[in-house]
C-alpha cells in the first residue's frame, strides 16, 4: 500500500522561503516520477512541478526560477524548495506518484503566504 506523507508548510511572510518534504512507503521512489501540485481555494488542482526517474524536471511558468524540486532516493523522499514566495502562492501542497498517470496523492500541507 502506497502512502505519502507531506511536511514543512506554514505561514511564511511574502519573500520568504519553506521547504517542503514529501516521504513515501510501500514504493521504491528511484522506480517512480513523482511530483508536486497544489490548491488554492476555490481553485482547480494544478501541477506545481514534477521529477523524472532520470531527473528530469517540469515546472509551472509562476514558479520557475522560485522553486526547486529534488529527490533523495536513498530516503525515499521528494522535496520542494520554494524560494521569493508570494500571496498567490498560498494553497494547499500535496505530492504524487507518476509523470502523467492517476497516481497516489498525499494528505496535502498547507502553505500560507501573508504578511
Known amino acids: 500500500q502506497v502512502q505519502l506523507v507531506e511536511s514543512g508548510g506554514g505561514l511564511v511572510q511574502p519573500g520568504g522561503s519553506l521547504r517542503l518534504s514529501c516521504v513515501a512507503s510501500?514504493?521504491?521512489?528511484?522506480?517512480?516520477?513523482m511530483g508536486w501540485y497544489r490548491q488554492a481555494p476555490g481553485k482547480q488542482r494544478e501541477l506545481v512541478a514534477r521529477v523524472s526517474t532520470g531527473g528530469s524536471t517540469n515546472y509551472a511558468d509562476s514558479v520557475k526560477g522560485r522553486f526547486t524540486i529534488s529527490r533523495d532516493n536513498a530516503k525515499n523522499t521528494v522535496y520542494l524548495q520554494m524560494n521569493s514566495l508570494k500571496p498567490e502562492d498560498t494553497a494547499v501542497y500535496y505530492c504524487?506518484?507518476?509523470?502523467?498517470?492517476?497516481?497516489?496523492w498525499g494528505q496535502g500541507t498547507q502553505v500560507t503566504v501573508s504578511s
Open positions: 510501500g514504493i521504491r521512489l528511484r522506480f517512480n516520477a
Open positions: 504524487k506518484t507518476g509523470w502523467n498517470s492517476p497516481g497516489s
